[in-house]
Structures are given as C-alpha cells and as structure tokens.
T-cell receptor, first 111, second 115 residues
C-alpha cells in the first residue's frame, strides 16, 4: 500500500533558525495536506496543495508540492517557540477515499 | 458551529473489558475518519465511514474492533476485550466532502488506557 515518509523524524532548532520538513510518497498524489499537532493536542489543518510545483505561503511558513506530485516540503523561517509541535503531511490513498498521514516531524524550538 | 466532539476524553479499562468511543462530527459533515495514535508516533488510519456505510476499513484490526456511523447519533468505535496494546489516543475527524479532497476537522481525541 501507499507509504508516506517524512524526514527528519525529530528536529531541534534554536529560536530564530529556519526549519524544513520533507514528505515523500511512494505514489503520485492528487493533493497533499499539512497538519500541525501541538504536544498533547489534536491535528489542525494548515494547508492543501493541489497543483504540480505549487508553492503557498502563510506568514513564515512556505509549502511546496513537487513537480511529480510525489513529494512536498514545509519550510518555517525564523522559528518561534509557538512553532513547537509535530508536523504531518497527508495524502489520499485507497482509491482516493481515505487519508494517509506521514510519519511526522517533531519540532522542538530552544528559546 | 461546534467542532468535532469526542467522548470520553479519557477512558480507563481493565484487560478484557469493552471500550466505546463516540464521535459527533461537525454539523453538516457526513464523512467520518478514525485514527489511532500511539505515544510519540504518527496517525494510523483505521476506518472511513459515511452515514450508515463503512467505506474503507482497511486499517481496522480484524478482531475485536468495529465501527459504525448510524443515521442518527454519533459514530462509535468499539473495542471488545481490550488488551494493553490498545492503549492509545483515538482521534476522529470529519469532513463535508467525499474522500480525501479537503480539510479534515479533528476532535480532541479519546485517550484509552488499559490496565
């Protein structure tokens, strides 16, 4: 079945440094979504990318969908302590019915 | 518009007992997903339901686990004869659209502890 891997699994950064997480799917995706889960919390939707090569920005966050629609990245500029959490990518699978989540990247920001 | 409501938030069961987890989707949402999350791990898909129908249950263990989403009332995830390995956070998510085309709205989760 489809696998969605993310790297790195963990990342510690100093506050103010940049952070990037990468998402790779074993199959082509019709779209990709990104979610953030704060410690002890639930996943919260950040964004959805649909087009090949698409780039979207949300303040300090930049999301990119690969040309082949099999990979994606999330880049955070000048991290803040409020960015702490686990970032998941997610994509459709199983005949586009279910949503499969990536393995996640846990971000720790050191003040 | 209230968000996705899950209850109980915390549930403690002894081995062999039954656990019932409930999920009320957002108003107007007829698509419900259940995910399991072990500590420090990712979200593992369990089942996707629409009203009165199971669309995809490929992530559900074959035994002891069942899910339903009746015409009236919340979606229920039922775990019979719980074992310690069932201890996890169970998240429900709802969507107004079919399939994986749009945002999933998550509840705050039900955290099951099996003693």
């Amino acid at each position: 079945g489809q696998q969605v891997m993310q790297i790195p699994q963990y990342q510690h950064v100093q506050e103010g440094e940049d952070f990037t997480t990468y998402c790779n799917s074993s199959t082509t995706l019709s779209n990709i979504q990104w979610y953030k889960q704060r410690p002890g919390g639930h996943p919260v939707f950040l964004i959805q990318l649909v087009k090949s090569g698409e780039v979207k920005k949300q303040k300090r966050l930049t999301f990119q969908f690969g040309e082949a629609k099999k990979n994606s990245s999330l880049h955070i500029t000048a991290t803040q302590t409020t960015d702490v959490g686990t970032y998941f990518c997610a994509g459709p699978s199983g005949g586009y019915q279910k949503v499969t989540f990536g393995t996640g990247t846990k971000l720790q920001v050191i003040p | 518009n209230a968000g996705v409501m899950q209850n109980p938030r915390h549930l403690v069961r002894r081995r062999g007992q039954e656990a019932r987890l409930r999920c009320s989707p957002m108003k107007g949402h007829s698509h419900v997903y259940w995910y399991r999350q072990l500590p420090e791990e990712g979200l593992k898909f369990m089942v996707y339901l629409q009203k009165e129908n199971i669309i995809d249950e490929s992530g559900m263990p074959k035994e002891r686990f069942s899910a339903e989403f009746p015409k009236e009332g919340p979606s229920i995830l039922r775990i019979q004869q719980v074992v310690r390995g069932d201890s996890a956070a169970y998240f429900c998510a709802s969507s107004p659209r079919q399939g994986a085309d749009g945002e999933l709205f998550f509840g705050e989760g039900s955290r099951l502890t099996v003693l």
